[in-house]
Antibody, heavy 121, light 108 residues
């Protein structure tokens, strides 16, 4: 059974870069068949998709965040990562990684528990 | 940009049927998935690709999508179904994943 676990600093200073990693267990990213995604949820608000990556390195980003987002994959560690630059208080949120089956549509069938990131000096 | 519209809240009595809608232009031409999220938990996929129920999801959850509206139906709603529900689609023309604003389902 595939499990995902987010990790990274819970506190980031304004203007700095937020960096999170998602470790996948119970399955191999390099075996293909899935996209690997990041989403976030601002306090008391709805879900916002950030982007996803395929094991080959192909990426797709939310247009509203594209200029600040980089998603990468490390198949040797079975991890994928999120970097969000020039953060402000508006980036304070719970960040989730998830698995996205490669098919006729994109959706997330396995989610991590989420990690809270606060942007504050 | 493409937007999905959900009612902010819905109340239903135990045992009744809850119908949560998600609307957008020509939504029936896209696949819609639904997620349940309880307080302090991560989202849980309850319906994928309009009407497919993942393993482990009770049969009282069903989905449909036609015209401009997708609907998540919970038959015989139970107290444990009280949660926020989000619809989600993918816009193939832009490769964007889009979430609806969410509906808070109250069972009382």
């Amino acid at each position: 059974q595939v499990q995902l676990q987010e990790s990274g600093p819970g506190l980031v200073k304004p203007s700095q870069t937020l960096s999170l990693t998602c470790t996948v267990s119970g399955g191999s990213i390099s075996s293909g068949g899935y996209y690997w995604s990041w989403s976030r949820q601002h306090p008391g608000k709805g879900l916002e998709w950030i982007g996803y990556i395929y094991f080959s390195g192909s990426t797709y980003y939310n247009p509203s965040l594209k200029s600040r987002v980089t998603i990468s994959v490390d198949t040797s560690k079975n991890q994928f990562s999120l970097k969000l630059s020039s953060v402000t208080a508006a980036d304070t949120a719970v960040y989730y990684c998830a698995r996205d089956p490669q098919g006729v549509a994109h959706y997330m069938d396995v989610w991590g528990k989420g990690t809270t990131v606060t942007v504050s000096s | 940009s493409y937007e999905l519209t959900q009612p902010p809240s819905l109340s239903v009595s135990p045992g009744q049927t809850a119908s949560i809608t998600c609307s957008a232009d020509k939504l029936g031409g896209k696949y819609v998935s639904w997620y349940q999220q309880k307080p302090g938990q991560s989202p849980l996929l309850v319906i994928s690709e309009d009407a497919k129920r993942p393993s482990g999801i009770p049969g009282r959850f069903s989905g449909s999508n036609s015209g401009n509206t997708a609907t998540l139906t919970i038959s015989g709603t139970q107290a444990m179904d009280e949660a926020d529900y989000y619809c989600q689609t993918w816009d193939g023309s832009t490769d964007d994943v889009i979430f609806g604003g969410g509906t808070k389902l109250t069972v009382l």
